[in-house]
């Protein structure tokens, strides 16, 4: 008698909809950290512009309870009101607009300039060069500010009243210091040096000088690099607090930052505080928000790895 043997059928576990998958598990804890980190930054924020809407003895009040984040109780616009009468607003606006895109259009051109040179051109001391310009990201600015407000007040000055010495208390001051930027040349490096170098010479056998490379050919490919330089540079310049309380002193010169030092003198009021805070604070916020898909993508495309 013949016994054949028969294959054992072995049952295979499938996920279907109704079952949990390996990934599960992971997502999960990937949303609650994207909950936490959303309210450990969004919290100080939402206190902010709820707070705004409240007199200061209910700010302190509901200080300690979820209260302290919802627009509950005597809710007005008192705050906002008082914050035009307290300081002149509309001036200190339209001065950080102007110090703000001044920095950022002639910071694109320099910067971008600078780091057309050290990509494409060939000279002896480039990399040298390179090296001292990164060099510079590990100071930070404080230890700059003194020094450089010595040179500025050393600087002439061609005004109304005739050739004068010292930039202090002028809108240039605000604004040249900073177009020249160690990480805006990096980031344009960086990028520059990713475009062919073949397209330089095959304009160089066409004739074309180098600026006209720069201009023609470079800048119409640096399109992400330029739109993360503006971002990266807009920020900082409309945050300027230190460099402007030390180099300005007429109230038709000072940006919106320095403004908020106006509510902490004679009687603080915390609700003018939250509420001036949120007017400068709201709309770059909501401005990120709207451009926040363009930011990361120009960030992406630009070279920047981390």
């Not at 020249?180 to 397209?199: G, M, R």
């Not at 990266?232 to 000072?254: C, D, G, I, K």
């Not at 009021?269 to 928000?289: D, R």
């Amino acid at each position: 008698m013949t016994v054949t043997a028969r294959p054992i059928k072995t049952r295979q576990l499938e996920f279907g909809p109704g079952m949990p998958s390996k990934g599960v598990v992971p997502r999960v804890l990937g949303m609650l950290l994207r909950i936490l980190l959303g309210l450990v930054f969004g919290l100080p924020l939402v206190f902010m512009i709820v707070s705004s809407f409240k007199p200061d003895l209910q700010i302190f009040a509901d200080l300690g309870t979820p209260s302290a984040f919802l627009p509950v109780g005597e809710l007005s616009f008192e705050n906002y009101l008082g914050v035009f009468d307290r300081v002149p607003f509309a001036t200190f606006l339209m001065n950080s607009v102007l110090i703000s895109v001044a920095t950022v259009v002639l910071g694109i051109i320099v910067n971008s300039m600078a780091a057309f040179a050290l990509s494409r051109l060939h000279f002896r001391g480039q990399k040298l060069i390179l090296g001292v310009i990164l060099a510079t990201l590990i100071v930070p600015f404080e230890t700059m500010a003194l020094p450089l407000l010595w040179w500025v007040n050393q600087l002439p000055w061609l005004d109304a009243n005739g050739l004068s010495q010292g930039w202090l208390d002028t809108y240039q001051v605000q604004i040249v210091p900073f177009i020249a930027n160690a990480f805006s040349i990096f980031l344009f490096y960086q990028y520059f040096d990713s475009i062919p170098k073949e397209l330089d010479e095959a304009a160089r056998v066409d004739g074309a000088n180098w600026f006209r490379i720069y201009r023609s050919i470079v800048i119409p490919l640096a399109g992400p690099a330029i739109a993360t330089v503006a971002i990266l540079t807009f920020l900082p310049a409309w945050n300027q607090y230190l460099w402007p309380l030390m180099v300005v002193q007429s109230e038709e010169l000072r940006p919106v930052m320095v403004g908020i030092d106006y509510f902490k003198q004679l009687n603080v009021s915390w609700g003018q505080i939250m509420a001036y805070a949120s007017i400068i604070t709201v709309p770059v916020l909501m401005l990120f928000i709207a451009f926040q898909k363009a930011f990361i993508n120009s960030i992406a495309s630009s070279g920047v790895k981390g």
